[in-house]
């Protein structure tokens, strides 16, 4: 069954730093995803992207975040210089809006900040 | 503005029992109501969806139930089995081209 995959699975990195958060969505998917989860909270939705751009960003996703599709596989999550607060998990998703399907979440990246 | 929220943060069932997880909304433009499992360190994963036009769909071993007039939204599942464990969300879609709105989860025990 195809899936979605995230590398890495955890990430651990000093306050200050670039994390790049990688995803490769399902191969025929279109809309893709990232969404963050608090320790013990709920998903939060940070950035939606479509047609090579952002469809929608949240409150969450500031001028720190990036996103990007380099080629024509993966989809990144760049975060410029890392908080304290940013330690989460990480989940990219992706949808195939052309068959009207759910979205597909990746196992997740559990990015700490130190 | 707009919310998907959950009454219990917690419960338990005993292995073969039914359970029902509830969660009310606000939103009445939401097209979609999506409930999802996470079992620990893995991602959110589809369990079963329901359109805004129906007040009742059936999966395997789960039944969602939504009602708008009080714009709540339930989840049945039947006979659980400890592989039932796991958090549980609703979520909620305006339309298929808009984000998911995850509500607070629900974790489920399943006692032996």
């Known amino acids: 069954e195809p899936e979605v995959t995230q590398t890495p699975s955890h990430q651990v990195t000093q306050m200050g730093q670039e994390v790049i958060l990688r995803c490769v969505p399902i191969?025929?998917?279109?809309?893709f995803y990232w969404y963050r989860q608090i320790l013990g909270q709920k998903v939060e939705f940070l950035v939606s992207f479509y047609n090579n751009e952002i469809s929608e960003k949240s409150e969450i996703f500031d001028d720190q975040f990036s996103v990007e599709r380099p080629d024509g596989s993966n989809f990144t999550l760049k975060i410029r210089s890392t908080k304290l607060e940013d330690s989460a998990m990480y989940f990219c998703a992706s949808r195939d809006l052309t068959a009207n399907t759910e979205a597909f979440f990746g196992q997740g990246t559990r990015l700490t900040v130190v | 503005g707009e919310s998907v929220g959950l009454h219990l943060p917690t419960l338990s069932v005993q292995e073969g029992d039914n359970s029902i997880i509830n969660c009310a909304y606000s939103?009445?433009?939401?097209?979609?109501f999506i409930w999802y499992k996470q079992e620990s360190g893995k991602g959110p994963q589809f369990i079963i969806d329901i359109r805004s036009n129906m007040d009742k769909r059936q999966g395997q071993r789960v039944t969602v139930l939504l009602n708008k007039t009080v714009k709540h939204l339930s989840l049945q599942i039947a006979a659980t089995q400890p592989g039932d464990s796991a958090v549980y969300f609703c979520a909620e879609n305006r339309n298929r081209d808009d984000k998911i709105i995850f509500g607070k989860g629900t974790r489920l025990h399943i006692l032996p």
């Open positions: 939103n009445s433009a939401s097209d979609y």
């Open positions: 191969s025929n998917h279109l809309y």
